[in-house]
C-alpha cells in the first residue's frame, strides 16, 4: 500500500466537492484509492506494514489528476502565436505549415520532446492527443509519451484533402499507416494506445472516412476528431456533406461517432439539437475548449444546457487553438465562458461554478478513461501534489477556498508532485 | 547616462510596434529615454563616460511598463475567491467583510504588505490603487506603495451609504480624513500621490459627491471611480440620481468628471452614446477591466467602438473583482473578451488585436501619468526586463513572437528586472 498524508479534495459527483484536512489517501497495489481517512481514523484503524510506503505531504493539497481531452502535441511549438485569426486562416497560416515540419523526424524528436516534458511538469494525468499525419515521428510522440508516465490515447491524424499538398495523404497510404501506427503503439507502448483521428470531416473524404470507419471495428479503437466549432467550417460541411442532416452525421455514418465505443468530439460550440440527441445517444464525449473557442473566435459553446442534458463533458485545452497546456487555466476559462455566456446571451442560463469546472477537468473527462478523476474507492490514483505557500493571504483560509486561490493564481511551481495510477511521475526539485 | 542593452520592443502609437534587436536603450539622467540605437549606431554614436551605466541584459526582451489604471489593495487578501457571485452580492459577501478589516491597521500592515510586494514583483510600473475609508490604513498603503518605488495615485475611499455601517462615514468626517490623507501623501510620498475617489456614486450622497467636488477644487487633484459596470449598479443609479440622464452625469453635476483635470472611471461595460459623448468632451480615462468584467459577470465592454470614436483608454486588473494582478493577464483578456464581443455580439466589431491591446497596457494607460508607456525621446524610462528562455521553442522566433508568446505564456518569473523613469526597483534573485 502507498499512503499519502496531506489535505485532501475532490469531488464525488457533480455537486459535491468532499475536503479532508490532515487526511491520508491510500493507494492499493494496483494503483488505485483503497480509502480516504481523517487523522484520526488513519492512526486507529491502519496498521502500516513493512513494504508499505508513506508519503507526508504536510499541509499541501492532494486532489486528482485532470484529464485533457483534446490536444494537438505538434501544435506545441507555435501555442501564443496567431491568435489574432480564425479558424480556416488560422489552420492554413499557423498549424498545416508547422505540422509539415513533422516530416521530418529530427525535428518531430526535439519538439515532441519539449511537449511530453511539459507534459509530464503539468497537472494533466490522462489526454486524448493528436499528432499528424506522419507515421514514423507520430510513433515517436507515443514513444515519448509513453516515457512521460502520463496516461494517454494519441492518433496519427488522417486527411486527405483541403490542406496543403504536404499534408494530403492518399487514401491507402492513409490507411496502411494507420494500421501500422496502431499495431506498433500497441505493441511498444504501457501507457499509450492508439486511437481514430480523422483531423476533421472537412478533410477527410467519404472514401477515407468510411476506411477509418472499418478500421476502427477491426481494432475496436476509440475515436477523436472535432465537431461544430466554426460557423464557416459548418457551411463548408453541408457542402462536402449534403447527405448529412447535421455535422456529427458525418463521423456517424462512417460508424465513427461512438457508437458502442468510445468516442470524443472536440468543441461542439454550435451543435445543433439533432447533432445533440445523436450524442446522447451515442454517449459521445464533448470535449469543451473555452481557450481554443475565445482565442480563434469561435463563440461560445452553451455548456449549462449540455450538462443539464446529460451529456458527456470533459475539458480540453486544444493546445495550439488554446494557447495554454494548464488544465487549471482550462477550468478558469470554462467559467469565464460560461459567465460572458450568462451576460450576454442568454441570462437564464446559469453559469458554471468554479466546482462544477473542476468536476468537468478531473471526473468529467476523466470518465472517458474509466474510473478516473476523483479519490472515491476503486478509482484510479491520479494524485496531484499542490503547494499554495507562495499566494500570500494575511488570513487563513478553508481547503475549499485554498483550492480556489490555485485555480485562479497558481503559476507551474506550484505542483510538487504527480501520481499516475499510483506511480509517481514527477516530482519537482526543491 | 543609464544604457540598458537588449532586445527593444515598444509602441510608437496605436498601430505601430518597434523593434530593434541588440539594441541599446539610453536613459538621461532625469529617468527619461535619450534614443533607442542599434548595436551598430550605439557602438559608433555613443560614448559611454565615467559615471555611466551600461547593464547587458542580452538576449532579453526590454518592453515599457505597464500602467494599471484600477486595482483595490485591500481586496488582493481574497482575489481568487468568491468569483461565483455578480457585483452587488459580491460587495456585500466579499468586498466589503474584507475591507471592514482595515479598521485594525494592524492587519492592514500584513495585507498592504504583501499586496505591495507583489506590485514590486509584478509588470506594473504605474498604477491608480483604491485603499478603504481607513485614514490610517491607507496612509499606511500610501507610505508602502510609496516604498515599492511603484510610480501611483492612491485614494482613501468616501462613502456613506449603501454599504455596511462600518464602512459608512459621516460626511463630514469623510472629507476632514480625506483632507488629512492628501496633507500627508504629499507631505510623506515621493512616488505616491493623492486621487479623490468617490466608491461609486451609489455610494455615495449627493453632499458628499459635492463636497469631494469642492476639496478636488481646492487641492486641484485627479480622479478615479467606477462607472457603468453593471445593469443593476445602472438601475439603482437611475433611483438613486433622478436629475440625471446618464451614470456619468452623477459625477459631472459634482465636477468629478474630468473637466480640466484627471479622472479615471472604471468598467464602462454599459455607457450610453450620451455618456460616451460626455466622456469624449471631458477626456475621461476608461480603465478597461475585463477579468473583472467576466469574472463578476458583468459584460463585455465595446472596447473597439470607444478606441473608434478616440476615447481615453488603458486597462485595469481590477483586482479583486479581477483575480490577477498581471497586467500581462490584462492584455490577454482585453484581446479576449473583443474576440468573444465579436463573434457573439456584434461580427462587424473588429476585435483587438494583441498589439492594440499592448498599446493600451503601456501607452493608453501610461498617458494618464504623463509621457509614459513607450521608448519614444522624451518618455520616462519605465522599462520591463522580459526573459522568455523557460518557454523552449523547436524554432527561432521574431522579437515580436517571442513577445506575443510572452504575453500568452510568461509566469511572474520572466521578469528578471523594472525600472521605473530610470530606477531599478526591482531584480529577481538567479
Known amino acids: 500500500m502507498l499512503y499519502l498524508t496531506g489535505n ?6 457533480r455537486k459535491t466537492l468532499c475536503t479532508q484536512e490532515n487526511g491520508c489517501l491510500a493507494i492499493d497495489e494496483d494503483g488505485r484509492v483503497a480509502g480516504v481517512y481523517s487523522g484520526e481514523e488513519f492512526a486507529k484503524q491502519i496498521t502500516v506494514r513493512e513494504g508499505d510506503t508513506q508519503v507526508d505531504y504536510g499541509d499541501r493539497l492532494l486532489i486528482p489528476g485532470m484529464t485533457d481531452l483534446h490536444v494537438h502535441a505538434p501544435q ?3 501555442r501564443g502565436l496567431g ?9 492554413e497560416g499557423f498549424a498545416f505549415p508547422e505540422e509539415m515540419r513533422y516530416a521530418e523526424t529530427e525535428y518531430a524528436g526535439r519538439a515532441y520532446q519539449i511537449f511530453a516534458e511539459d507534459l509530464r511538469r503539468s497537472v494533466t494525468t490522462r489526454a486524448c492527443v493528436f499528432a499528424t499525419v506522419h507515421l514514423e515521428s507520430s510513433l515517436l510522440l507515443a514513444d515519448l509519451l509513453d516515457q512521460s508516465g502520463v496516461i494517454t490515447y494519441v492518433g496519427k491524424v488522417n486527411m486527405d484533402r483541403m490542406g496543403p499538398e504536404e499534408l494530403c495523404e492518399n487514401v491507402q497510404d492513409s490507411i496502411d499507416d494507420t494500421v501500422r501506427f496502431v499495431e506498433e503503439t500497441v505493441r511498444r507502448c504501457s ?16 472514401e477515407l472516412m468510411r476506411k477509418l470507419g472499418d478500421l476502427r471495428r477491426r481494432y475496436n479503437l476509440p475515436v477523436q476528431s472535432h465537431l461544430s466549432e466554426n460557423r464557416q467550417e459548418i457551411e463548408k460541411i453541408r457542402e462536402l456533406y449534403p447527405n448529412t442532416k447535421f455535422y456529427g452525421e458525418a463521423y456517424d455514418q462512417n460508424d465513427l461517432f461512438g457508437d458502442g465505443y468510445p468516442a470524443v468530439m472536440a468543441h461542439c460550440v454550435y451543435s445543433s439539437p439533432q447533432e445533440i440527441e445523436r450524442m446522447l445517444e451515442r454517449g459521445v464525449y464533448i470535449a469543451h475548449c473555452p481557450n481554443s473557442n475565445f482565442s480563434l473566435s469561435s463563440g461560445m459553446a452553451p455548456v449549462r444546457d449540455y450538462w443539464e442534458q446529460g451529456l458527456n463533458i470533459g475539458l480540453g485545452t486544444d493546445v495550439a487553438g488554446g494557447f495554454s497546456l494548464s488544465m487549471l487555466r482550462a477550468i478558469q476559462d470554462t467559467v469565464t465562458v460560461s459567465k460572458l455566456y450568462q451576460a450576454c446571451m ?16 478531473t471526473m468529467g473527462g476523466g470518465s472517458f478513461f474509466g474510473k478516473v478523476g476523483s479519490f472515491l474507492p476503486g478509482y484510479d490514483a491520479d494524485v496531484l501534489v499542490l503547494d499554495d505557500s507562495n499566494l500570500l493571504c494575511p488570513v487563513e483560509r478553508s481547503l475549499e477556498e485554498r483550492l480556489e486561490r490555485l485555480i485562479y493564481l497558481a503559476e507551474s511551481d506550484a505542483l510538487c508532485a504527480k501520481y499516475v495510477k499510483g506511480r509517481m511521475i514527477y516530482q519537482a526539485s526543491s
Open 76 to 78: 506545441y511549438a507555435f
Open 8 to 13: 485532501i479534495l475532490y469531488m464525488k459527483d
Open 346 to 361: 442568454d441570462e437564464h442560463a446559469e453559469h458554471l461554478s468554479v466546482w462544477e469546472a473542476f468536476y468537468l477537468a
Open 191 to 206: 501507457y499509450t494506445k492508439p486511437m481514430i483521428t480523422p483531423r476533421f470531416a472537412v478533410s477527410c473524404s467519404d
Open 83 to 91: 491568435m489574432d485569426l480564425q479558424l480556416l486562416e488560422w489552420l
